[in-house]
């Protein structure tokens, strides 16, 4: 099994899906823009070969120089785990004539407004929204949706460059905010919570499901910095309330045409009870949440993907032992972080449920949290009842502190 995986090194997890490749078997021909010499010591040995390109975004560019590099050689996938990547190995799929989805099906994973256009002619509950180019279409689709609203990239990821719109002055400042992003999507605000469901698929039929709860909603812990998002995977996936968005998701998989592989999508649970789609992706989430899933099961979904990937099989258990929390913290105050409060009293406390601590230590310059939901680092908890998970998640939340300065 040959298999081209797109950026290997970078973001720093897909080291971790080379390695799951490697590990079933696959001999991994990595194409990435970082040099050879500054691929990391642990990644090279699940490498079989490395092309360097000189920008893995140009994807015509990286067409001509992967078709070259490959001649006479015989490959079986071309696979990426990463948002901007996706439709590039979709590209290559079709040039060499392999199994996978095509550019039309990723297409449907990427484009917010055509994702949402495919999502509800299967029938299904989507936000009311428009795909807008110019400031003249954002102000007409504002006017026909109405306040509150939502603006954002149509092929984005996250919350980047994302905002709640509640009145013609915040529209006007958003605009302006937003003149560098060539293509958005306008639409309607949804209120409730907010969750993922995310599945390992085998012909669009998931063989492993998540979901994690969003504490806040994404669009508030990215608009404030004193906040520490906190993100919980649920053990319990039977419970009621969570039906309709696991029915929901399972039928915008078969809407969208989902092939194999990790999807993330996320979706509103309104206060009636009616689930609604927000979006989904055809690669797995970030942010450490398929390190979360892993915790949740006591399993190696990296290598589990790659399985399926490469040989159509799922072998992980899929029973959920524990509730597994995610905090990021961020720092207050500029610069170098000096100190961490209350981290010490926290590990005495829940010590024996706390599973990561990668903070930032003192010393090292904090990240800019507009940019990366990673922050200043995390602590990663985990509990089999769903109270203590929560209770020893905003612990954390609120507990431990960093400052930073100078």
Known sequence: ????????????????????????????????DASRRALPATLKPYLHDYLQVPRIMDEDDVM????????????????????????????????????????????????????????????????????????????????????????????????????????????????????????????????GEEFTYDTISIGGKPVYENVAAYLPKPLIARTNEWISPVIITVRDLEQPKLRPGLTLGRKVLKALEMGDGFTHMEWYL??????????????????????QMNYTGDVDLFREWARVACWRSFEAPTRRKYNAGVIFKRAIGQGRITRITGLRDYLRRYGPYVVEEQLLKPGTMR????????????????????????????????????????
């Open 270 to 291: 309104t206060p009636k009870g009616e689930a609604v789609f927000g979006e989904i992706g055809c690669r797995p989430g970030g942010a450490h949440l398929v390190d």
């Open 64 to 191: 001509k120089r992967v078709s070259a590099w490959l001649r006479g050689k015989r490959i079986d996938r071309v696979l990426s785990n990463w948002e901007p990547l996706v439709i590039l190995a979709a590209r290559l799929r079709e040039r060499f004539g392999l199994p996978g989805m095509s550019v039309d099906q990723v297409t449907g994973f990427r484009d917010k407004q055509l994702m949402k256009d495919r999502v509800k002619a299967a029938g299904l509950r989507v936000p009311y929204a428009f795909k807008v180019k110019s400031e003249r279409e954002i102000r007409e689709a504002a006017e026909k949706i109405g306040y509150p609203l939502i603006l954002k990239p149509i092929s984005g990821a996250g919350s980047a460059d994302t905002y709640k719109v509640t009145s013609k002055p915040e529209l006007e400042s958003a605009i302006a905010a937003m003149r560098h992003v060539e293509v958005a999507s306008c639409e309607e605000f949804i209120e």
């Open 367 to 406: 990240r800019n949290w507009k940019q990366t939901l990673l922050s200043d680092g995390h602590l990663m908890v985990r509990h089999p009842n769903w109270d203590d998970a929560y209770r020893i998640s905003f612990a954390a939340a609120t507990d431990v502190t960093l400052y930073a300065g100078g």
């Open 1 to 32: 099994m040959n298999v081209v995986f797109l950026a290997p090194s970078y973001p720093p997890e897909m080291q971790q899906y080379t390695r799951g490749l490697a590990e079933v078997g696959a001999n991994v021909f990595g194409v990435g």
